[in-house]
C-alpha cells in the first residue's frame, strides 16, 4: 500500500520562520577582521618580537600566524576543560599584569558534518563560556571579539573543538 503524503502549509511556515531565525541569530557574531587596528600595529612596529617594547606577544598580519592560546573543548561540548580553564586565568592574569590595552579575538570553526545551526550555535555556546570566564578574571567584556571562521572540511573534528586566542594592541 502506497501513500502520498505532502507538507501542510502551517509546515512550511513553520519550517521558514525557524530557518530565518536560526540565520538571524546565528550571525550576531560574525564580524570583520579589525583591520585598522592590525594596520595601526604593524606600522607602529609593535609585536615584532622586541620584548623592550611590548611585554606581550600581538597578532598581526604579518609575522608569526600562530595564537598566543589555544582553547580545547570535548567533541560537541561547550563547557570548558579544568585545563583550558587554567590557560585562560593564566592569560588574564598576563593581560592584566602588562597594563596594555588589548582587545582579545576569539577566532573558531564550525564543523563540516551535521546540522550548521547546532555547530554555529555550540560555537556561540563556547565563546560565551571563556567570555564568561574571563569577565570573572577582570577582563573588559567589550574587549573580546568573538569571530566564526569558515568551515574547515580538511580540519579533523579536534580543531574544529579549538579555539584559538589572538591579541591585538589597541
Partial sequence: METKSYAKPWDIAVTTLGFLFSVVSSTDYLKSCPWDQIEKS??????????????LTFWKA?????????????????????????????????????????????????????????????LKRRYDEIKSLLAK?????????????????????????TVQVYLIKN
Wanted: no cysteine; charged share 30%.
Fill in 42 to 55: 604593524v606600522q607602529s612596529g609593535e609585536g615584532n618580537g622586541n620584548s623592550a617594547k611590548s611585554k
Fill in 62 to 122: 604579518v609575522g608569526n600566524p600562530e595564537p598566543i592560546e589555544s582553547i580545547s573543548f570535548e567533541s560537541d561540548d561547550h563547557r570548558l576543560t579544568e585545563d583550558s580553564q587554567n590557560k585562560l586565568s593564566a592569560l588574564s592574569q598576563k593581560i592584566l599584569k602588562s597594563e596594555e590595552k588589548v582587545q582579545i579575538v576569539l577566532f573558531g570553526k564550525v564543523n563540516t558534518t551535521g546540522d550548521v545551526g547546532f555547530q554555529v550555535r555550540l
Fill in 137 to 161: 578574571e577582570s577582563i573588559d567584556d567589550h574587549s573580546v571579539l568573538p569571530i566564526i571562521g569558515e568551515r574547515d572540511q580538511a580540519a579533523e573534528t579536534k580543531a574544529n573543538a
